[in-house]
């Protein structure tokens, strides 16, 4: 059986960077205001002050210096608070296809591969605009690609479950050639009124071509050794929206949006994703001190510091574990492809890396790769 290699690899970033300072100052006055307006409750214990934020609160908690967005105006008005952009209806393009679409073709590019040379497309996504028809079967239909396209997401863990859905399809000779695309139009599922969360997201597309390696022309090929997948049901990371939510009364205005425990979240998520790669490394006879690499899921900089510390017995130096979420903040399921995609170029034959995300679900994927 042929193995199998991630041949090239794509990255669309959006028209618009918004910085920690634009988020505060547009957050800032929005809870002034608001505290102004409730004056009166919050003395009388009624309500609750929001409080207020600031950049180095953000970049402390989080690693964040900025991010990137599709729409930028709304979200940094503190009269509208969120992105303005036009409803999806037919005829019209969604946001998730443009993006989708830009990072394939890098990634088409990069492989060295046509239209014709890619028999499956699987968008792989924590958000979805739509739920039918699909988003990938429109973005087939953009590229000109036969064959068949689905869409799937298990949130922070989506690009990877998605990558290895690839690989397994080439694995059972279901698709010869695949192309894997993961729009992450982040900015809509956040509540840019919350100060705790306001911050996170950012948007981004990634792809990559996955194909038999004895397919493979490009310079940038990686053999895929060993693919892991992990799920264990927590609510400490959730969104409630629902399609079902028009047959309610009183919905909540912020229903839609983002919520997590995160000190839950860290307590108990990081011991699962230091024991799942040691697992996987030992099960490969590789010890993480021989990964040139560890391409890790971009939430938070102080979790990645934690897991490459337990995994190596000391904090990364150089890029061992590159960070790209000071750049792009929280990107969903992207980052560690965003990662992937931007520190690869280095790798000499032999060099192993690791794939990895974890997140909402609980959720952890990885991929062990070696440049070809």
């Known amino acids: 059986m042929s193995d199998i290699v991630i041949s090239g690899s794509g990255l669309f970033i959006p028209p618009f960077t918004i910085t920690n300072d634009e988020l505060v100052e547009a957050y800032n ?5 608001f505290n102004e307006e409730h004056a009166d409750a919050i003395a009388s214990g009624e309500t609750e002050a ?4 600031s950049s180095e609160f953000i970049e402390k908690a989080s690693g964040i210096k900025a991010r990137y967005a599709m729409y930028k105006d709304g979200i940094v008005n503190p009269d509208i608070m969120h992105p303005v952009f036009p409803m999806t209806q037919e005829g019209a393009t969604p946001e998730m296809v443009t993006m989708g679409v830009a990072a394939a073709r890098e990634a088409m590019e990069q492989a060295g591969k046509t239209a014709d040379d890619i028999d499956m ?7 979805r605009q739509r739920d039918y028809p699909g988003m990938s079967v429109e973005i087939q239909r953009e590229l000109g690609v036969k064959g068949f396209a689905y869409d799937m997401g298990i949130a922070c863990s989506s690009a990877t479950f998605g990558l290895i859905n690839a690989y397994t399809a080439l694995k059972a ?3 010869k050639c695949v192309l894997f695309i993961n729009p992450e139009f982040t900015t809509p599922g956040l509540d840019f009124r919350d100060r705790d969360s306001h911050f996170i997201f950012g948007d981004v597309a990634t ?13 940038h090929a990686f053999r895929i050794l060993s693919t892991r997948q992990f799920t264990q049901y927590s609510d400490n990371i959730r969104c409630d929206a629902s399609y079902a939510d028009h047959c309610f009364e009183n919905v909540p205005d912020n229903r839609y949006a983002f919520k997590q425990q995160g ?5 108990e998520l990081l011991p699962l994703v230091t024991n799942f790669i040691e697992s996987e490394l030992a099960d490969n006879k590789v010890e993480a001190s021989a990964l040139k690499r560890m391409w ?3 939430a938070n900089i102080n979790m990645n510091l934690f897991a490459v510390k337990k995994l190596l017995g000391r904090l990364p130096e150089g890029d061992e574990a590159p960070v790209v979420l000071d750049e792009f903040a929280n990107t969903a399921s992207s980052g560690s492809v965003i990662a992937f995609h931007r520190y690869k170029d280095d ?10 995300s974890f997140g909402a679900g609980y959720s952890i994927g990885s991929l062990l790769v070696e440049k070809l």
């Open 207 to 219: 792809a990559a071509i996955l194909e038999p390696e004895e397919t493979a022309t490009s310079k």
């Open 296 to 298: 890790l899921h971009q």
């Open 173 to 175: 000779g279901t698709a």
């Open 121 to 127: 497309i699987i968008v792989s996504s924590t958000f």
């Open 29 to 33: 006055t929005y809870a002034n205001r």
């Open 263 to 267: 000190r839950k979240v860290f307590k």
């Open 50 to 53: 929001l409080p207020l934020s």
């Open 347 to 356: 790798f000499k034959t032999g060099d192993k890396g690791l794939i990895c």
